[in-house]
């Protein structure tokens, strides 16, 4: 059984940082990615970041500059490192794992139950 569980959210001022940890088990990393995507109030569920197994990245535009993604592989652990952060970034924050989330897609994922991540100007 696949479990994604995120911690590490909360509410900072606008240009501050918040990191969010996700710490995965039952997933076996092969050619899948690992990635953050956000769902603000009245808004679709989007992506955010991804990273493969090579370490390789990607990003939105949005975030491109100020998000930094990275993964433990010793602890399971999937990191989204946030700085310059703006109440734009204001999200409910979900984990997710899966062939897809190379792409930032939908398909067949594995999700967590999500962190709230508040940003005030």
């Known amino acids: 059984q696949v479990n994604l569980k995120e911690s590490g959210g909360g509410s900072v001022p606008a240009g501050g940082s918040l990191t969010l940890s996700c710490v995965v088990s039952g997933y076996t990393y092969k050619t899948g990615c690992m990635g953050w995507f956000r769902q603000a109030p009245g808004q679709e569920r989007g992506g955010v970041a991804a990273?493969?197994?090579?370490?390789?990245?990607t990003y939105i535009d949005s975030v491109r500059g100020r998000f930094t993604i990275s993964q433990d592989k010793l602890r399971n652990t999937l990191i989204l490192q946030m700085d310059s952060l703006k109440p734009e970034d204001t999200a409910m924050y979900y984990c997710?794992?899966?062939?897809?989330?190379?792409?930032?897609?939908?398909?067949?994922?594995?999700w967590g139950l999500g962190t709230q991540v508040t940003v005030s100007s």
């Open positions: 990273i493969d197994k090579q370490n390789r990245t």
């Open positions: 997710a794992a899966g062939w897809s989330v190379c792409s930032l897609g939908f398909t067949e994922n594995y």
